[in-house]
């Protein structure tokens, strides 16, 4: 068959080295239950937990939370490939005993990672040297959103309102500690102490007093188990309020969701990853607030989305404060599209279910060029 004739062939690569692993291959068995083998040619490429990259099953049966031992998939065995840079935009299948063999070209990469070395702009800056067109934010804006540091200072630069913090680098807490709790404790109250480039609220955690010098210390030492940089904001009372973003198809303005409230489920302080995936947690969409609020609150997802120069598709995480003002909280530029996540949910209550979501990110991929041609 030729070039001409074959079906678009799509690479599903899942998996990787972050601690959001296990989800990313949940979300890649739900993306690919759904995408349409009439139209498309799907190479499921599992990248190890230790950072080998497989060609490996696409069965999206294996690839789902066992819903009795709440059991999370991981990508194991398969045909270990190579990544030739000639911008071909093809993979190489290396075999025991075998001459390494090319194993087809592929027109587009969804790559579904969650994380370090899949959302931060790592495995972006591979795809685009080998010209290959791929779903999502490019190298730079991927890498910003991920850095919820940068992210605050672009957000700010662009009359953004974001959340009060203290960034940490490694440097600062090895050199510098008594400043930073300083700083930390001036925020007062309560605080949220992240890792600067994690996801899935991943190693986060809460200190009821930013004075308590012996819980802030304990929080940035956890935090700093997943990365050297560290976050610390202030806690905002309000309601947690989530946006998916699309880019428009007409080259246009992004298109937005409804919004959904979520509501954290009982026993869990904050929306961490076992409230987010393991639990009763749930959304109200669209979430009841009033309607002058859901309209700034889309209208500033979309100027999130082009301020930080993304692409393709995003969520936009906000707090909706007791006293009616909104602030952002997080960018995710390649959200989960696991059953329980909330931004395959907006989409189906405003109007693009699952099976279309999917393949609007395919389509929209496809428009792009390869690098900045």
Request: glycine content about 10%; aromatic content about 6%; proline content about 5%.
């Amino acid at each position: 068959m030729s070039s001409e004739q074959r079906k678009t062939r799509v690479a599903v690569v899942f998996g990787g080295r972050s601690s959001e692993h296990e989800i990313s291959c949940v979300t890649a068995g739900s993306v690919m239950s759904v995408i349409d083998r009439d139209k498309y040619e799907v190479v499921p490429v599992g990248i190890t937990p230790d950072g080998n990259w497989v060609l490996t099953s696409g069965d999206p049966d294996e690839l789902r939370i066992d819903a009795d031992s709440k059991a999370l998939p991981s990508v194991g065995q398969g045909s270990e490939l190579a990544l030739p840079f000639d911008t071909a935009g093809q993979l190489m299948v290396v075999e025991p005993g075998r001459a390494p063999a090319r194993l087809a070209e592929v027109d587009v990469v969804l790559p579904l990672l969650h994380g370090p070395f899949g959302e931060d702009g790592t495995v972006q800056g591979l795809f685009e040297m080998m010209g290959v067109r791929y779903a999502g934010a490019g190298v730079f804006s991927s890498a910003a959103a991920m850095d919820k540091v940068f992210m605050k200072s672009m957000l700010l630069g662009n009359g953004i309102p974001t959340i009060e913090y203290v960034a940490v680098t490694g440097r600062q807490w090895e050199q510098e500690r008594k400043r930073v709790l300083d700083d930390i404790a001036a925020l007062g109250g309560a605080v949220f102490v992240k890792p600067a480039r994690a996801g899935s609220s991943v190693g986060i955690s809460r200190v009821p007093d930013s004075a308590d010098t012996d819980a802030v210390v304990a929080a940035v030492d956890a935090a700093r188990e997943h990365d050297p940089k560290v976050l610390v904001e202030a806690e905002v009372s309000g309601r947690e309020i989530e946006c998916g973003v699309l880019e428009a198809e007409d080259g246009g303005l992004p298109d937005v969701s409804q919004p959904a409230e979520i509501h954290v489920a009982d026993g869990f302080d904050f929306y961490d990853f076992e409230a987010k995936y393991l639990s009763t947690s749930s959304l109200t969409i669209p979430a009841e607030i009033p309607e002058e609020a859901i309209g700034r609150l889309r209208a500033m997802a979309a100027d999130v989305f082009e301020a930080m120069g993304c692409e393709g598709l995003a969520r936009v995480d906000f707090f909706y404060t007791d006293d009616g003002r909104v602030l952002v909280n997080e960018l995710n530029t390649m959200p989960g599209f696991t059953p329980s996540s909330a931004f395959p949910q907006m989409w189906a209550a405003s109007g693009v279910d699952y099976a279309a979501l999917v393949e609007r990110m395919i389509s929209t991929a496809l428009k792009r060029s390869a690098g900045l041609r």
